[in-house]
């Protein structure tokens, strides 16, 4: 796992001196603090209340920073003609993606940090416990990983990153509007579409509402994986093509 | 040794290359010459473990490649068409990211650096962002990353494309300085190139070896060769007639053609059945004639290239 360090060095370095970064960065913070001004804070609710609905529009960071950020890891090296660097050299395909999803995990979870003015201001003048905090902010680093590796595995795809960004997003909005359909649908078809979905009842229904439950962040720790497995194995067939 | 048995490569149901085999052993410099689509990059990214190819082996140092490619790429260092580099880095920077993918210590890469940098020149610029570089420091920043391992095999596809005269010429002098100290496999559609930097050539066409060795194993025995040379006589009332006299004599030489006065000598075309070159040397000096410039005219190489590649099909 040398290799994956190396890459996740670059790669974060990247991240933190490229403008770009920031500005999404500060998009998203922009956005998630308006969404929290205008629609979190008004009104005579509970501090719980509010510090959900914080928790429920600030899904928007992960959800669009995860497809933002991942959409260029590979398919930028692929257009650059620098992925030839790294699939000549001894590393296995698993390091690079590795090395690239840790990085911007670690960007996401500092964008994710700087947003915690929010629920600190609640706390302040509110009666909420850091437990409920921590577990919203766990459960939206969750779900960011879990987006983040299904925008790797759009960029793994193809060498053209608009494209990548498109699927990553198609993707990801198909995975989160799953329980929509589940609604429509009879069991057994309906409770493992709603199972499969990758909001609704494992965000939403847990994390958002403080609720820690173990097969909620298996769920989200198995879509990393599948994604991530499935952008390695995309990696490593292209080598056949 | 790099030894390749029945490669092959498609894409899709397209045939790329193959099957070829071929052997390389160490310290030789080989070029793979052919046409655009020949299959020269598909054979040296199968080479360097960027590709796997379709059927066939292939042995690199006594390591399989295809079973064992992470150790091969250990001892592999490549250059591709378009060099891979990541232009927000420093040369520097990039250089060591190179090294440390390649599996090397701090320790090793302080001591390895400066040497890569002085062996590509670029000592100047190796805290320029590669952004601002020329195509041609761009091109020799590919050539460090690809040795800065000092691997045994060092593969360059097309590394003089793009670069202007001057530095095609720094590329070539590159080449055998690198040349000294590593097996070389280039790649080149430019004949002169591959001519002037390589001990000996593999001929590609539509996917299949259709020539190996040397420029001169190339000719057909007993095809008219085309010589060059340039002579001027020191004294004499019909220099031109007298030179041409001596040639005609020389054994071998077939047909004197038209001459044309060229720097400050008469130029002749001479049709040979052999590689003569010498014997004419001689009969210049011997009848006190003064030889400035001797060779194979530039369409012997050519007409060898096209006749291998598949007479008109590769002139057009």
Same mark, same amino acid.
Request: a neutral charge; aromatic letters at 8%; charged letters at 20%.
């Given at each position: 796992?040398?290799?994956?360090?190396?890459?996740?060095k670059r790669e974060l370095g990247r991240y933190l001196r490229s403008?770009i970064g920031?500005?999404?960065?500060?998009?998203?913070?922009?956005?998630?603090?308006?969404?929290?001004?205008?629609?979190?804070?008004?009104?005579?609710?509970?501090?719980?209340?509010?510090?959900?609905?914080?928790?429920?529009?600030?899904?928007?960071?992960?959800?669009?920073?995860?497809?933002?950020?991942?959409?260029r890891l590979?398919?930028?090296?692929?257009?650059?003609?620098?992925?030839?660097?790294?699939?000549?050299?001894?590393?296995?395909?698993?390091?690079?993606?590795?090395?690239k999803?840790?990085a911007a995990?670690?960007f996401?979870?500092?964008?994710?940090?700087?947003?915690?003015?929010?629920?600190?201001?609640?706390?302040?003048?509110?009666?909420?416990?850091?437990?409920?905090?921590?577990?919203?902010?766990?459960?939206?680093?969750?779900?960011?990983?879990?987006?983040?590796?299904?925008?790797?595995?759009?960029?793994?795809?193809?060498?053209?990153?608009?494209?990548?960004?498109?699927?990553?997003?198609?993707?990801?909005?198909?995975?989160?509007?799953?329980?929509?359909?589940?609604?429509?649908?009879?069991?057994?078809?309906?409770?493992?579409?709603?199972?499969?979905?990758?909001?609704?009842?494992?965000?939403?229904?847990?994390?958002?509402?403080?609720?820690?439950?173990?097969?909620?962040?298996?769920?989200?720790?198995?879509?990393?994986?599948?994604?991530?497995?499935?952008?390695?194995?995309?990696?490593?067939?292209?080598?056949?093509? | 040794?790099?030894?390749?048995?029945?490669?092959?490569?498609?894409?899709?149901?397209?045939?790329?290359?193959? +099957?070829?085999?071929?052997?390389?052993?160490?310290?030789?410099?080989?070029?793979?010459?052919?046409?655009?689509?020949?299959?020269?990059?598909?054979?040296?990214?199968?080479?360097?473990?960027?590709?796997?190819?379709?059927?066939?082996?292939?042995?690199?140092?006594?390591?399989? #490649?295809?079973?064992?490619?992470?150790?091969?790429?250990?001892?592999?260092?490549?250059? +591709?068409?378009?060099?891979?580099?990541y232009?927000e880095m420093?040369?520097?920077?990039?250089?060591?990211?190179?090294?440390?993918?390649?599996?090397?210590?701090?320790?090793?890469?302080?001591?390895?650096?400066?040497?890569?940098?002085?062996?590509?020149?670029?000592?100047?610029?190796?805290?320029?962002?590669?952004?601002?570089?020329?195509?041609?420091?761009?091109?020799?920043?590919?050539?460090?990353?690809?040795?800065?391992?000092?691997?045994?095999?060092?593969?360059?596809?097309?590394?003089?494309?793009?670069?202007?005269?001057?530095?095609?010429?720094?590329?070539?002098?590159?080449?055998?300085?690198?040349?000294?100290?590593?097996?070389?496999?280039?790649?080149?559609?430019?004949?002169?190139?591959?001519?002037?930097?390589?001990?000996?050539?593999?001929?590609?066409?539509?996917?299949?070896?259709?020539?190996?060795?040397?420029?001169?194993?190339?000719?057909?025995?007993?095809?008219?060769?085309?010589?060059?040379?340039?002579?001027?006589?020191?004294?004499?009332?019909?220099?031109?007639?007298?030179?041409?006299?001596?040639?005609?004599?020389?054994?071998?030489?077939?047909?004197?053609?038209?001459?044309?006065?060229?720097?400050?000598?008469?130029?002749?075309?001479?049709?040979?059945?052999?590689?003569?070159?010498?014997?004419?040397?001689?009969?210049?000096?011997? #009848?006190?004639?003064?030889?400035?410039?001797?060779?194979?005219?530039?369409?012997?190489?050519?007409?060898?290239?096209?006749?291998?590649?598949?007479?008109?099909?590769?002139?057009?």
């Amino acid at each position: 796992m040398r290799a994956t360090s190396i890459i996740y060095k670059r790669e974060l370095g990247r991240y933190l001196r490229s403008p770009i970064g920031w500005i999404i960065a500060a998009l998203m913070l922009l956005i998630a603090g308006i969404l929290f001004q205008s629609q979190a804070l008004p009104g005579d609710n509970l501090s719980a209340i509010v510090l959900e609905k914080f928790f429920y529009f600030a899904t928007a960071i992960p959800m669009f920073c995860g497809v933002l950020l991942a959409f260029r890891l590979i398919a930028e090296e692929r257009q650059n003609y620098s992925m030839i660097l790294l699939k000549t050299s001894p590393i296995r395909d698993t390091e690079i993606v590795l090395g690239k999803f840790f990085a911007a995990l670690t960007f996401l979870a500092i964008i994710l940090a700087l947003s915690i003015y929010m629920p600190l201001l609640i706390k302040v003048n509110g009666k909420i416990t850091g437990a409920q905090i921590f577990i919203g902010y766990f459960g939206l680093f969750l779900f960011g990983a879990a987006v983040l590796s299904i925008g790797i595995f759009a960029s793994a795809l193809t060498s053209n990153q608009i494209v990548a960004a498109l699927l990553g997003a198609v993707f990801v909005a198909v995975m989160m509007l799953l329980f929509v359909l589940a609604k429509r649908l009879d069991a057994p078809v309906q409770d493992v579409l709603e199972q499969v979905d990758l909001w609704w009842i494992h965000y939403q229904g847990g994390f958002m509402r403080g609720v820690l439950n173990l097969k909620d962040v298996i769920y989200y720790l198995g879509v990393t994986y599948f994604f991530l497995l499935l952008a390695v194995k995309t990696l490593e067939a292209k080598r056949w093509q | 040794m790099i030894r390749a048995t029945k490669l092959s490569k498609f894409y899709g149901g397209k045939r790329a290359l193959g +099957p070829v085999s071929f052997e390389i052993s160490d310290g030789e410099t080989v070029g793979f010459l052919g046409l655009n689509g020949a299959g020269k990059t598909t054979a040296l990214r199968i080479l360097a473990c960027d590709l796997r190819p379709s059927s066939g082996t292939i042995e690199i140092g006594g390591v399989d #490649a295809v079973a064992d490619p992470h150790e091969v790429r250990k001892r592999v260092g490549f250059l +591709p068409e378009n060099p891979p580099l990541y232009t927000e880095m420093t040369v520097a920077d990039y250089l060591k990211f190179a090294g440390e993918l390649r599996g090397m210590t701090a320790d090793q890469l302080k001591k390895r650096l400066p040497e890569v940098l002085e062996i590509v020149t670029l000592g100047e610029v190796q805290n320029d962002t590669i952004d601002t570089l020329s195509h041609g420091f761009r091109q020799r920043v590919g050539v460090a990353q690809a040795i800065i391992h000092e691997p045994k095999l060092v593969i360059l596809d097309e590394p003089t494309r793009g670069l202007d005269p001057v530095q095609i010429v720094e590329m070539r002098n590159l080449i055998h300085d690198l040349k000294q100290s590593h097996t070389v496999l280039i790649s080149s559609h430019i004949l002169t190139e591959i001519s002037q930097t390589c001990d000996r050539l593999l001929v590609l066409s539509k996917g299949a070896v259709v020539g190996e060795g040397s420029e001169n194993d190339l000719s057909k025995e007993g095809e008219v060769r085309q010589i060059t040379v340039t002579v001027r006589a020191p004294s004499g009332d019909d220099p031109k007639g007298q030179i041409t006299k001596v040639l005609s004599a020389i054994a071998g030489v077939s047909k004197v053609g038209d001459a044309y006065e060229q720097g400050g000598g008469w130029s002749f075309a001479l049709s040979t059945a052999k590689d003569c070159r010498a014997d004419v040397s001689r009969a210049i000096v011997d #009848a006190k004639l003064d030889l400035l410039k001797l060779d194979y005219a530039r369409s012997e190489l050519e007409n060898t290239f096209i006749r291998l590649v598949g007479g008109a099909d590769a002139s057009n």
